[in-house]
């Protein structure tokens, strides 16, 4: 297995390669799974994230002539992308520029540098791009490390929640991406063998010792995202209208998530069934996310993996954003040793499955996953496999 040292001596060499000298900074980050928590997130619950082996390494160099130039090995028929410290901001560049370039609008905008700076960029990355493993915030918080680096003396580092905030910032603002703060909290604070649990009520995160043995899992459905007519909107709204209902009778409730099962079964008569149905799947999410960390906590792990199972039927049965393929993954994968338990990851519609295993799990087991899954939709789906690792880490070079 490649550490994370090869990675940056790789990005070292890439970064030689394309711009003829040495980086003064190197960053790693790491992709992330979305673990548990589903739809909590804009409900104001918690969420429950780890991050995975797979990431982005970044090599930099500052510039004093405001020439911004970057490369990345998975956009390798782009070449070198040339802009401006003038230009940037209304360039006609690929797209995937958004995502670093957001990052330097950040530290412009949040004064990182007293002048305008130019940088060199090179980028290379062992994550796969848009299944849900979030390569855009591996590649955001990359780059604010990689500029905290060289942008500010070792004693006057901004904090790493500064980072989380302005490559959040970064996607929303500069991307467009309305996304939550797990994605950046998960990479920015992850450590090795750990969960981050973020409230999104408040947008706080803590991180919890994971046992050592277990690992994550994620298979790949063939339906991605963009290939459905994605109900995340809709949903959203369901779920607003419920607490609007919700509050007649509950005056200042503010988040479905914080409500109690026994409120919701007093008054989800009120709603119309389809947004009870909405409302029980949230409200029951957000307690099977403190069950399942007291579970982790309490080194129960059979118990934290039924929460997973459990969260995933609740998505099939009352919240309805998973699909026939979903359901056979998590099917398919329960019935193999070594499994505590496996759910749809994300959104849902399609994208991944993420199952939670022990070291009985073999590759040979998650092979037999994807024969059951092949026989069912005559496609193989991919699959990875991680441990919960650490989170971004920078260096002068
Ligand atoms: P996810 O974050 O789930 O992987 P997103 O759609 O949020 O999916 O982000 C994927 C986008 O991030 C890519 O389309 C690309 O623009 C950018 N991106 C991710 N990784 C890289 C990379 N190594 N090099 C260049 N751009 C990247
Ligand atoms: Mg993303």
New binding site residues.
């Given amino acids: 297995m490649t550490t994370r040292h090869d990675a940056l001596d790789r990005v070292s060499n890439l970064f030689r390669r394309q711009f003829g000298n040495a980086p003064q900074s190197r960053a790693y980050a790491p992709?992330r799974v979305e673990v548990i928590g589903n739809h909590t997130d804009y409900n104001g619950g918690t969420v429950v994230g780890a991050a995975v082996e797979q990431g982005?390494s970044l090599a930099a160099r500052l510039r004093d002539d405001g020439v911004i130039r970057l490369y990345?090995?998975?956009?390798s028929s782009d070449g070198v992308i040339e802009t401006t410290w003038e230009a940037y901001a209304e360039a006609d560049l690929?797209?995937?520029?958004?995502?670093?370039l957001g990052v330097i609008d950040e530290a412009r905008l949040r004064a990182w540098s007293s002048e305008p700076f130019g940088l060199e960029l090179a980028?290379?990355?062992t994550?796969?791009?848009?299944?849900?493993?979030?390569?855009?915030?591996?590649?955001e918080m990359a780059v604010a490390g990689a500029l905290a680096n060289l942008l500010f003396a070792p004693e006057a580092q901004p904090s790493r929640g500064l980072l989380v905030e302005s490559a959040h910032r970064a996607?929303n603002r500069f991307?467009g991406?309305p996304?939550g703060l797990l994605?950046q909290s998960v990479v920015g604070f992850a450590r090795e063998n750990g969960l981050v649990v973020l409230d999104a009520a408040i947008n706080r995160s803590m991180s919890l010792p994971l046992p050592s043995n277990v690992r994550f899992v994620l298979f790949r459905s063939h339906i991605s995202h963009a290939l459905v007519d994605s109900p995340y909107e809709k949903r959203h709204r369901e779920c607003r209208d419920a607490l609007l209902g919700l509050e007649r009778f509950m005056p200042g409730i503010r988040h479905l998530a914080r409500l109690h099962p026994a409120d919701l079964d007093a008054y989800a008569s009120v709603l119309e069934t389809r947004l009870a149905l909405r409302a029980r799947h949230v409200v029951h999410e957000q307690r099977r996310v403190g069950a399942f960390l007291s579970a982790i906590n309490s080194g129960d792990l059979a118990a934290a993996g039924a929460c997973l199972t459990a969260s995933h039927d609740s998505s099939r049965a009352f919240f309805d954003n998973s699909t026939p393929e979903l359901d056979a993954l998590v099917a398919a994968a329960n019935a193999q040793p070594g499994v505590l338990g496996a759910r749809l990851s994300?959104g849902g519609w399609g994208g991944s499955v993420v199952a939670m295993v022990t070291e009985e799990f073999e590759e040979k087991q998650a092979e037999l996953i994807c024969d059951s899954y092949e026989q069912l939709f005559e496609i193989r789906p991919h699959w990875w496999q991680t441990s919960a690792a650490a989170g971004m880490i920078s260096e002068s070079v």
């Fill in positions: 992709g982005i990345s090995d998975v956009q690929a797209e995937w520029t958004r995502y670093p980028i290379s990355s994550l796969p791009v848009g299944i849900g493993l979030s390569s855009s915030a591996a590649l996607e991307v991406m996304c994605d994300g």
